[in-house]
């Protein structure tokens, strides 16, 4: 959902030769509204490779000592890309996109919301195809090759688990608040530079 939907909505952005008027508000709308959706891909991702990484990885030092340990370590650091591409749209891009907005400033929304914002978007749509191309890696199990002992779920797991989840759901929405916050102040920010008034 996450890569398949990004692929789609970037190549949609860049099928029109020529956009119209409102384009730029129509795709600020799409971009904001599919944020959201890849939040809580980014949630489920992670709260699955949390619990795959516990069941499959006995140690740290299996991430390099082990084959399966070095394709997670790789699958690990390109979702990390995907995630950090996210937080320079999340963080950057849609603040500016909101000040376009509210300033009428269509030439520049249209730029931001049809050529910058899905530039960024394709990084992350290759990022995801790699990490797609390592995953058929990931047989068999750190544990396994480094004679560890097999993962033991217990009450302890599952109460550590749910605090991580709990964690990640509360940085998820401090993520959301932020970037508001940080639309509202690049949107106040003109407003807030005084107006000079002629001397006499």
Request: hydrophobic share 55%; aromatic share 8%.
């Amino acid at each position: 959902m996450w890569i398949g939907g990004l692929a789609l909505l970037a190549a949609l952005s860049a099928s029109r030769g020529r956009p119209g008027e409102n384009a730029g508000a129509l795709w600020a709308d799409i971009w904001r509204r599919f944020s959201l959706v890849a939040l809580v891909c980014v949630g489920a991702v992670f709260t699955s490779g949390l619990w795959m990484s516990w069941k499959h990885v006995g140690a740290v030092s299996q991430l390099w000592t082990t084959t399966y340990g070095l394709f997670l370590l790789v699958k690990i650091l390109l979702v990390l890309g995907m995630v950090t591409a996210g937080g320079v749209n999340q963080f950057w891009l849609m603040p500016r996109i909101v000040r376009a907005r509210r300033e009428d400033d269509r030439s520049s929304l249209a730029q931001l919301t049809l050529r910058h914002f899905p530039k960024v978007v394709w990084g992350e749509v290759a990022l995801g195809v790699a990490v797609l191309a390592v995953v058929p890696f990931l047989g068999g199990s750190a544990r396994t090759e480094a004679g560890s002992e097999a993962a033991v779920s217990s009450g302890s797991v599952f109460a550590l688990g749910a605090v991580l989840v709990l964690t990640l759901v509360a940085s998820l929405y401090m993520t959301v608040r932020t970037s508001d916050a940080l639309a509202r102040r690049t949107a106040a920010a003109p407003a807030a530079i005084p107006t000079p008034t002629p001397s006499g």
